[in-house]
């Protein structure tokens, strides 16, 4: 069973880095292509970043772009979001998804974790 | 401001069949296969259509999906109540380089 579990989410301050993590399982990691979607509260998806599987591509939005980095380690079956500079808008449930051939077709998502930026 | 338009909100009676429409440009519905998620409440998404029109196991024949130039469509026939959800297009954009959401599309049954 494909599993995907967020980790690392919380309250900081405008200014601050966080760093959120995804532990997949029930599937070889290594080859599937791993993407970072994010949902302000009461708000739409909006894609974050995405990762090949031997991350050779990567892409960011251009709103976290050069603040947010996406690394993964296969051999842990891990993928990472180290988010520095952190603003107001960037509050939101993080979800970690499993990307297919195409980034764009996303066939499972984690639960989610929840950053919130505030003084 | 979303790259990709949807109307906000959708209704219809149980029964009923009911389109949701995305709109795009050159660069990324034009040129790339767009997906279709679907959102309940307090749910992560759930990927509804790939490839335009392509359904994944396990998702009824009653949802179905097309694409026309720099426009895509979904549509919902045989309305349900467990239909009643946020719908969202999405596709690459090659000159943003990214992948690009709709606005969604909150979906009510009458």
């Known amino acids: 069973e494909v599993q995907l579990v967020e980790s690392g989410g919380g309250l900081v301050k405008p200014g601050g880095s966080l760093r959120l993590s995804c532990a997949a399982s029930?599937?070889?990691?290594?080859?599937?292509?791993m993407n970072w979607v994010r949902q302000a509260p009461g708000k739409g998806l909006e894609w974050v970043s995405s990762?090949?599987?031997?991350?050779?591509?990567?892409y960011y939005a251009g709103s976290v772009k050069g603040r947010f980095t996406i690394s993964r380690d296969n051999a842990q079956n891990s993928l990472y979001l180290q988010m520095n500079s952190l603003r107001a808008e960037d509050t939101a449930v993080y979800y970690c998804?499993?990307?297919?051939?195409?980034?764009?077709?996303?066939?499972?998502w984690g639960q989610g974790t929840t950053v919130t930026v505030s003084s | 401001q979303s790259v990709l338009t949807q109307p906000p909100s959708a209704s219809g009676t149980p029964g009923q069949r009911v389109t949701i429409s995305c709109s795009g440009t050159?660069?990324?519905?034009?040129?790339?296969?767009v997906s279709w998620y679907q959102q309940l409440p307090g749910t992560a998404p759930n990927l509804l259509m790939y490839?335009?029109?392509q359904r994944p196991s396990g998702v009824p024949d009653r949802f179905s999906g097309s694409k026309s130039g720099t426009s895509a469509s979904l549509a919902i026939s045989g309305l349900q109540s467990e239909d009643e959800a946020d719908y969202y297009c999405?596709?690459?954009?090659?000159?943003?380089?990214?992948?690009?959401f709709g606005g969604g599309t909150k979906l009510t049954v009458l």
């Open positions: 999405a596709a690459w954009d090659d000159s943003l380089n990214g992948v690009v």
């Open positions: 029930g599937f070889a990691f290594s080859t599937y292509n």
């Open positions: 990762i090949s599987g031997s991350s050779i591509y990567i």
């Open positions: 490839s335009n029109y």
């Open positions: 050159s660069s990324n519905i034009g040129s790339n296969t």
């Open positions: 998804a499993r990307g297919q051939a195409s980034f764009v077709t996303t066939d499972y």
